[in-house]
């Protein structure tokens, strides 16, 4: 009998894999697993990681049961959303949480060139979810149909998810289509970090 993967995973992950922490079963990759609000400096956009610390606390920010964390790469936005899920999983009992990091890592229907990976479907009922760098590549209407059905069952649930992109605002609205849109803009709180890129260190300064 095949069962869902991540059933039972967060009431006792030890159960399952005994070498593998919630955040390990969740999907997140290794080097943000020890990013919580503790660990992380908020100095570079104070007023973006207050409001994610609220969302933190409360599960909703001004109504909205989800945040798009917005801003140019390397500023500390998938850490934030990884901050976030730590938070989730000191609740009692612990929230179920799940990160997705985008369609390149499905199995897509009648596409030999895709690989076996996490289905966006399969975090429909945890209770707090990642999608990181959403709208980096352009979605094929089977991947829309795809976040379109999670967004909405997220918004009728009043369950929380947090999305992470890299994109101007602009070009991130032109990358979804109008119900996409409207979805997100009901269910989401949009948040703009601001700081320098953090993975250059001194490269900016040899490259002038």
Partial sequence: MVTNRL???????????????????A??????????FDTLD????????????????????????????????GNGKTSVAVALLHQALRQNPPA?????QGPRTESRPGDPESRPGPRLLDLADL???VLDDLGRQSMTPWEAEQLY???FGRWAAGKG?????????AEFVQRLDQALHSRLRELCHPVLFKGPDRRVGNWGAEDG
């Avoid at 894999?17 to 390990?24: A, R």
């Avoid at 007023?47 to 969302?55: D, H, K, Q």
């Fill in 7 to 25: 059933e039972g995973f967060f009431e006792d992950p030890a159960a399952h894999c005994p070498h593998y922490t919630p955040l390990e079963q």
């Fill in 27 to 36: 999907g997140v990759p290794h080097r943000y697993r020890a990013c919580t």
């Fill in 42 to 73: 908020p100095s570079q956009d104070p007023e973006a990681f207050e409001i994610c610390r609220l969302y933190g606390q409360t599960g909703h920010y001004q109504g909205k049961h989800g945040l798009v964390l917005m801003g140019p790469p």
């Fill in 96 to 100: 179920k949480v799940g990160f997705w």
């Fill in 127 to 129: 209770d707090l979810i």
């Fill in 149 to 151: 059905l999670i967004l």
């Fill in 161 to 169: 998810v947090i999305i992470t992109n890299n994109l101007p605002i």
